[in-house]
């Protein structure tokens, strides 16, 4: 069963750091693309940042670029989300999303992407 399962949210305060890691399992992704979102109380899931399949592309929503820096570790079928400087908007469920396609190099659309994690709690108080 192919499962990606996303963890190292919890409480920090505004300023703080977390580091959220996307473990893969069931198959390898060192070939595809890997993204992560994120979804507020009663807003839409919105684009954080996605890498390539060799991390020779990453891209990130404006929002959070210079604060977030996405990785990834291949031997470790594992995804990163460094996250600095963290503020009050950045509380949300944070999902981590692979896409299926061979050498996918990432995208900003949730439809590219065909494999979703359950979800980590973030929450930045201020």
């Known amino acids: 069963q192919v499962q990606l399962v996303e963890s190292g949210g919890g409480l920090v305060q505004a300023g703080g750091s977390l580091r959220l890691s996307c473990a893969a399992s069931?198959?390898?992704?060192?070939?595809?693309?890997m993204g992560w979102f994120r979804q507020a109380p009663g807003k839409e899931r919105e684009f954080v940042a996605a890498?390539?399949?060799?991390?020779?592309?990453?891209y990130y929503t404006d929002s959070v670029k210079g604060r977030f820096t996405i990785s990834r570790d291949n031997t470790k079928n594992t995804v990163y989300l460094q996250m600095n400087s963290l503020k009050p908007e950045d509380t949300a469920v944070y999902y981590c999303?692979?896409?299926?396609?061979?050498?996918?190099?990432?995208?900003?659309?949730?439809?590219?992407?065909?494999?979703w994690g359950q979800g980590t709690q973030v929450t930045v108080s201020s």
């Open positions: 999303a692979a896409d299926s396609r061979w050498l996918s190099k990432g995208a900003s659309t949730s439809s590219e992407y065909d494999i």
């Open positions: 069931g198959r390898t992704f060192s070939r595809n693309a």
């Open positions: 890498i390539g399949w060799n991390s020779d592309l990453t």
